[in-house]
């Protein structure tokens, strides 16, 4: 028993050595912090392990521990949460309780998970619906699209589309008494990557179109085709998500293909052909200062993966990429980022070519902020991060919906 004992500490101080990220001075509830990071990159280590036996691969594990804090559509005082389907996809409806005179506004969220995980009916997702529909005394819908890597791009942005534009149809909006001129498409993360996609695919549907008010994107991730971004760069071993995390998901989200991973990890994965793209993403210009400190821009090489892969190239799955007249035309804008954040960037350069197309928009940078705050202010976890990123999109919603 003893020997078990000295075991255990041993592999306890191996783990924390191999997990053990310093935390930024200004984080706050740092200890907090540090133990959620030292756990999940514990957790990803012994998933990595089990991968390795060829028993389970780390997303299958993932999914699986996430589906425990799944929740059922349970109704409260204040809203009734019901499960449906709108052209065959789930979708869950938060509707307040409360008598209205007038038509609601209304809100289309989607969740993160790298497109690889995650669900509506995570236990974060759900209060976070279940506040901005009470305090705003909005209607919510919130779909779930099928996920890599059994699914690829495509497919998850087609599954969302169909639940929007099923929502927005009079008929629908006028049976959940939504008034058909104060709707917004939000999301965080992957669920960013996809509101900004269909607010800018929308644009090709001039009927729908005029129905979205705004889009609000939390920590967003937009583009693929430069994995060496300052932010990437500062954060490659950052808290809760790295840098090869990403990379390994991110390549999930278009192909099984392992060579496309082990190209980006070296930002040497994009075709010849995509030369004119980097226009899009080229931080040295669309990073404020601050941002850029540093670092010097060097374009990543091309023509290294000769295999095909649909999406690199493609603004639907990279909105970063779409082109200005695009962006000119698309609605007012939230944007939130995370200085502690790999995907920081991404959202800092929309924000440059957005209101350089001339689109309003707000933006909150958290000083202190790491990625999927969100995800963090549900049991066990409470941390005040979270509350302080739902907020300030729930303040900006009830200001500008």
Request: hydrophobic residues 45%; charged residues 20%; contains cysteine.
């Amino acid at each position: 028993m003893t020997g078990l004992k000295a075991l255990f500490v041993l592999l306890c101080i191996l783990l924390t050595f191999l997990t053990y990220t310093p935390i930024p001075e200004n984080i706050e509830e740092p200890w907090k912090i540090m133990a959620l990071n030292a756990f999940g990159k514990s957790f990803i280590l012994m998933g990595l392990l089990i991968e390795c036996t060829g028993f389970m691969k780390l997303e299958d594990l993932l999914s699986m521990v996430i589906m425990l804090d799944y929740t059922e559509p349970l109704s409260d005082e204040y809203v009734m949460v019901t499960d449906t389907t709108f052209n065959d996809i789930p979708v869950r409806l938060y509707l307040p309780k409360r008598k209205s005179e007038s038509l609601r506004r209304a809100v289309i969220y989607f969740h993160g998970g790298a497109f690889c995980f995650g669900s509506f009916k995570q236990s974060p997702y759900d209060s976070l619906n279940r506040w901005t529909a009470n305090r705003l005394d909005a209607v919510v819908m919130t779909a779930d699209y099928r996920l890599a890597p059994q699914y690829h791009f495509p497919v998850q942005l087609e599954d969302a589309i169909s639940a929007v534009k099923y929502f927005l149809q009079d008929e629908v909006l006028r049976k959940y008494g939504v008034d058909p001129h104060r709707i917004c498409i939000a999301g965080d993360s992957s669920g960013g990557t996809l509101t900004a996609a269909i607010t800018q695919v929308m644009q090709n549907y001039p009927e729908l179109k005029q129905k979205i008010k705004l889009q609000a994107l939390l920590y967003p991730a937009l583009q693929a085709i430069d994995s060496h971004l300052p932010s990437h760069l500062e954060n490659e071993h950052g808290i809760l998500l790295t840098r090869d995390i990403a990379v390994r998901f991110t390549s999930l989200y278009f192909t099984k293909n392992k060579t496309l991973t082990q190209l980006m990890e070296r930002n040497q994965h994009m075709p010849l052909e995509s030369k004119h793209l980097f226009k899009f993403v080229n931080w040295s210009i669309l990073l404020p200062e601050k941002f850029r400190r540093n670092h010097v821009y060097t374009e990543p090489i091309l023509g290294l993966f000769n295999f095909s892969v649909p999406g690199l190239m493609d603004s639907r799955a990279l909105p970063l990429l779409a082109n200005d007249l695009l962006l000119q035309n698309l609605p007012p804008a939230y944007i939130l980022t995370c200085q502690y954040d790999l995907l920081r960037d991404d959202g800092l350069m929309y924000v440059t070519r957005l209101r350089n197309a001339g689109v309003k928009v707000a933006h909150d940078h958290i000083e202190n902020g790491i990625h999927g705050a969100l995800s963090l202010m549900t049991a066990p976890f409470y941390v005040s991060q979270g509350f302080k990123v739902r907020d300030k999109y729930i303040a900006w919603l009830d200001k500008n919906l």
